[in-house]
């Protein structure tokens, strides 16, 4: 499974991007939970979100808790990462994920496959 992630750029702060994460070959990530992490410079790679196999449940982490929203297309294999009000603590380089089967949630060691993330920059 590959992911490409896209969407990342500069805004400033109280603005939106829409990040994509599209898995290749298709419908490989149907059955996969997908979750959202990010790493800013000198920081670990923290967890930011994620979404069950069929979109049933998401989970956030509590700083972009009812800022962002993760959602997602098996059809297209794509899932979305909508980043509103953004800060510049939200600046980073954020990743996709497929999780090991179905699990979804914070827990980075059960993500299998992971992209090459896409550069958020927020100026404030």
């Known amino acids: 499974v590959q992911l490409q992630a896209s969407g990342g750029g500069l805004v400033q702060a109280g603005g939106s991007l829409r990040l994509s994460c599209v898995a290749s070959p298709r419908r490989t990530i149907s059955n996969n939970g997908m979750g959202w992490f990010r790493q800013a410079a000198g920081k670990e790679r923290e967890f930011v979100g994620s979404i069950s196999w069929n979109s049933g449940s998401t989970s956030y982490a509590d700083s972009v808790k009812g800022r962002f929203t993760i959602s997602r297309d098996n059809a297209k294999s794509t899932v979305y990462l909508q980043m509103n009000s953004l800060k510049p603590d939200d600046a980073a380089v954020y990743y996709c994920?497929?999780?090991?089967?179905?699990?979804?949630?914070?827990?980075?060691?059960?993500?299998?496959?992971w992209g090459q993330g896409t550069l958020v920059t927020v100026s404030s």
């Open positions: 994920a497929a999780a090991r089967g179905a699990y979804s949630g914070n827990d980075v060691s059960q993500y299998r496959y």
